[in-house]
């Protein structure tokens, strides 16, 4: 067992590492360079609480040698706590009104979607019950929110974790009855999300070559899934 790296680790990344480890795999190691979550045999194993973005190196470096599984969690329900700055005593807590989906999964795989095309590549969104403290800011705020700040997250429980192997795997975003070809403002509404996350969808997916462009209506770019031109 390493202990590589764990100094600044936050409760919920030491949580979920805790979730996935076996008895026989090896932590916080280091491979090729890089400290690796857990090596379980040939396959590596990082959990990335966000910014896919910081992973553009690291991935693609690791990817040549090695089979890759990266684990990203997304709450599904919060509860936000207020504690004292000693940073225990709580003051207040309740439930937040955001629920986290797993269409979420596109605000950070839009830093790097064309890795869900390499062989050795896995991607495993884990749905998740969460509680974020909040500390009091040092001084005082110019607004009563920016008094706060967020001090620790907290794994309450794991509801349900979705592996991504294939950029096939994805088409399971577009709807069934959405009439092709479409445009993105057109899946927007079919998933009820705003015009610009639906952007971010159709930019990974064609990136994965799952989705293709058809032609344009007016100056809207129009799509289709791949197999169906």
């Known amino acids: 067992m390493g202990s590589i790296g764990t100094l600044r680790e936050s409760d919920l990344h030491a949580a979920l590492k805790r979730h996935y480890a076996r008895p026989t795999d090896q932590i916080e190691v280091a491979v090729d360079g890089y400290v690796i979550d857990i090596v379980r045999g040939d396959e590596l194993i990082e959990i990335q609480m966000g910014n896919f973005s910081a992973l553009k190196r690291k991935l693609p470096a690791l990817l040549g040698n090695h089979r890759v599984r990266l684990i990203y969690p997304i709450a599904q329900a919060k509860w936000i706590a207020r504690v004292k700055a000693d940073g225990k005593t709580s003051v207040s807590r ?81 709807p069934i009855d959405l009439p092709a070809p479409f445009t993105s403002r057109e899946l927007a509404k079919a998933l009820q999300r705003p015009d610009y996350f639906a952007h971010k969808i159709t930019y990974c997916l064609r990136n994965m070559d799952v989705l293709t462009v058809v032609g344009k209506r007016q100056r809207a770019w129009l799509y289709a899934l791949h197999d169906a031109v």
């Open 94 to 174: 309740r439930k937040s009104p955001r629920r986290g989906t797993l269409e979420d999964v596109f605000v950070e795989l839009v830093s790097l979607p064309e890795l869900m095309a390499h062989s050795n590549f896995t991607l495993e969104v884990v749905l998740i019950h969460e509680e974020e403290w909040r500390c009091p800011r040092s001084g005082r705020g110019r607004y009563r929110a920016r008094e706060w700040r967020v001090c620790q997250r907290r794994l309450l429980s794991v509801i349900e974790a979705i592996e991504f192997a294939a950029p096939s795997d994805f088409r399971r975003f577009i």
